[in-house]
């Protein structure tokens, strides 16, 4: 009698860890098709986007004017961030307007070109380009930013937002 009763409680707790191992063997499956539905965002493009942004800003920050002696960009948008911008360029057209329309012809030629989706920024200036709907509900984006010295106090940040399509 005691013999069949060791029995069929060995007999439960076996029924018990195939269950458990069932159980396991369930949650495993469902865990690997989560992970197969949801593949990891690509590294790699994410990288190449945030180096995009950064070599961008650098390049377009040393590229020099000439219909505006020669400045760089860096100097121009110095000049147009400030409350009361002093420098006149060749044909009497401001900073600000001179900036604009090099960093929208820098644009042309690439970024837009190419396809990119972005969102261009300069702090405490007017200027600002948005391409392919790259704008502040765009969740995945990489961030490029500059920021220039405008006086002891202040700073101007230039920031390039580089949108995932």
């Given at each position: 009698m005691i013999k069949k009763h060791i029995d069929k409680k060995a007999q439960l707790e076996m029924i018990g860890l195939v269950i458990?191992?069932?159980?396991?063997?369930?949650?495993?499956?469902i865990y690997t098709i989560y992970k197969m539905s949801n593949p990891p965002q690509n590294l790699?493009?994410?990288y190449m986007n945030k180096q995009l942004a950064t070599n961008f800003l650098v390049s377009i920050l040393?590229?020099?004017?000439?219909?505006?002696?020669?400045?760089?960009?860096?100097?121009?948008?110095?000049?147009?961030?400030?409350?009361?911008?002093s420098i006149s360029c060749q044909d009497y057209r401001g900073s600000c307007e001179v900036v604009n329309k090099?960093?929208?012809?820098?644009?042309?030629?690439?970024?837009?070109?190419w396809g990119v989706s972005f969102n261009l920024s300069i702090e405490r200036t007017p200027i600002r380009f948005v391409n392919l709907g790259c704008d502040s509900r765009v969740t995945s984006k990489e961030q490029g930013f500059e920021i220039l010295p405008l006086n002891s106090f202040e700073n101007v940040e230039i920031i390039l937002d580089m949108c995932a399509k």
């Open positions: 458990i191992v069932i159980i396991v063997i369930t949650a495993l499956m790699p493009k994410r040393h590229t020099s004017v000439k219909d505006c002696y020669n400045l760089s960009l860096a100097d121009l948008i110095v000049d147009c961030a400030n409350t009361f911008p090099t960093i929208f012809n820098i644009l042309n030629q690439t970024l837009i070109d």
